[in-house]
Nanobody
Framework: QVQLVESGGGLVQAGGSLRLSCVPSGRTFSSYGMGWFRQAPGKEREFVAGINWSGGRTSYADAVKGRFTISRDNAKNTVYLQMNSLKPEDTAVYYC?????????????????WGQGTQVTVSS
């Protein structure tokens, strides 16, 4: 059974930092694009950041550009999301997702697997 397990969420003050991790189990995703999405209360899930299989290409939502960094360590089968200069509007459940191909992707429809999510709360 394939699972994506996120960790690293929590409560942080505005301006602070968190690093999320995503570790797949049941198979390796080193040949697949990966992404991070988030869903705030009362809002639809939205794309945050994506990365292709090698880590050589990345993409970010405008709202997080310059503050968040997605990366991956294929030797550890782990994807990260470094979040700096956090704002209250970043408060959401963050989901890790695995794509259907090696390419970078930015939409829900291109995600084959999802994690359970990790809560990030930024206080003002």
């Amino acid at each position: 059974q394939v699972q994506l397990v996120e960790s690293g969420g929590g409560l942080v003050q505005a301006g602070g930092s968190l690093r999320l991790s995503c570790v797949p189990s049941g198979r390796t995703f080193s040949s697949y694009g990966m992404g991070w999405f988030r869903q705030a209360p009362g809002k639809e899930r939205e794309f945050v950041a994506g990365i292709n299989w090698s880590g050589g290409r990345t993409s970010y939502a405008d709202a997080v550009k310059g503050r968040f960094t997605i990366s991956r360590d294929n030797a550890k089968n782990t994807v990260y999301l470094q979040m700096n200069s956090l704002k209250p509007e970043d408060t959401a459940v963050y989901y890790c997702a695995a794509g259907r191909s090696s390419y970078l992707y930015t939409t829900d429809n291109d995600s084959a697997y999802w994690g359970q999510g990790t809560q990030v709360t930024v206080s003002s």
